[in-house]
């Protein structure tokens, strides 16, 4: 069998000097391949909304990841994906894995499709595709949303945690970096161990899973040795949640001398003093703390308390340590008042982070905040913004980001903001409403 692994495309098309490479479905591709004839089709970094027809004509199965680790397409990609369903669905096997369609199955398989793997994919994917056009196996395997003859089958919702040490490194050879940002990407780990209500991670992942730090650096080694990459991020939800397996990937690389510049995830929570100088030692240069509020009553609510004196201690000797340091903040989570937003303003003026991004909340599927607003499970498949840019304190917003540009940030407003500038100087600061570049500004 031939099958196509597809990255839909997003509404509008990411803009490719933000895009990092779709690396949870790579890494599907890759374990496919080792089974399968594997095809892999970025629609989103090709700029294309429909399958090439030479590609189309020769595959068996499509499958097709969205909303999975990296939350990336937006609610009308979903909905143009349904689309493409449609249009596809009839000739050809669709099997779906992700976020969005293990809570919305029904709609993906009323547009067409054969069959949505729900939660994690691991142990189920490939007896799957062996069985595809076998429905009395298929209905053996847990969690799984199947059409047979225009009705929709459920088989045993059965929680299964998966092996993600098992899952192989991921084929770069499948892609063509030059359709991506710059700064190369990986991710080694999957799940955290917080409970943020509005990160659907630890609902839908569950425990911390990670892969062997021999093949974290084997990967990373590839990058630089084969790829020429000088720049990597680390797209993990936290990549320091273990210490003890942070340590050793530093002393890997370390011992392996990659000269290599570095960045990741991690959480004002898992901050450790020596860990964060060491890290700082092999390369690491970057690091994103997720603070989202200054309130420490909004922290509660969100799932996420957090002292902010000791917010402003973590940050303090970060950036002492030499880190380039991005945090961001949600400015409108359910019952944040003008008082609230006035906390956080003041916290990132105390702060004053290197980059700042701002967000609107987004209700993605799954999760807590989700649920608690009954409205939202209706207005958007992967996430709706709440409709904050009508805030009453909107203003304030507005006179915060010039009182920010007098502290020397530049201000990115749309996403045509990013596109004016291409270089910057080793210390300049950012503050942005919209998705920002990786790899800004990292020097020795």
Known sequence: MN?????????????????????????????????????????????????????????????????????????????????????????????????????????????????IICGIYDEILIPVLENIFNIKTLKQIPNLVICENNRIFKTERKFTQGNYKSLPIPDYSMIDFHNYMDTASMITSRGCDGKCKYCSTPYFFHQFQSRSVKDVVDELEILVTQYHKKKVIFLDDNMTISKERMRDICIEIKKRKLSILLGC?????????????????????????????GSEEILKKMGKPMSITYIRQVIKEVKEIGFRVRTSFILDYPGCTLEDFNQTKNLILDLLPHEIRLHYLAYRPG??????????QVSGYIHSTSGSKNLYYQKEILLFLHQLEKQNYLVFIEDQDWRIYNDFNQNQKFVSMVPMKYGMCWYE
Not at 7 to 32: G, H
Not at 269 to 289: C, N, P, T
């Open 3 to 115: 099958v196509l692994v597809i990255n839909p495309p997003n509404i509008p098309f990411t803009n490719s000097s933000l895009l990092a490479p779709p690396l949870d479905v790579l890494e599907v591709a890759t374990l496919i391949k080792k089974h399968f004839k594997t095809t892999f089709l970025d629609m989103d970094a090709l700029n294309v909304k429909e399958i090439p027809n030479n590609i189309y004509q020769n595959i068996d199965i499509a499958v097709v990841l969205i909303d999975y680790q990296i939350p990336l397409h937006t609610t009308e990609a979903a909905e143009y994906l349904l689309e493409l369903i449609k249009k596809y669905g009839a000739e050809k096997k669709f099997v779906l894995i992700g976020k969005t369609p293990t809570y919305f199955p029904e709609r993906f398989i009323n547009a067409g499709a054969s069959i």
């Open 367 to 376: 999760t807590p905040v989700t649920y608690e607003n009954p409205k939202e």
């Open 265 to 293: 995830l991690s959480s004002i929570a898992h901050y450790d003093k020596e860990l964060f100088k060491l890290m700082y030692e092999v390369g690491f240069r970057w690091i994103h703390f997720g603070i989202e509020s």
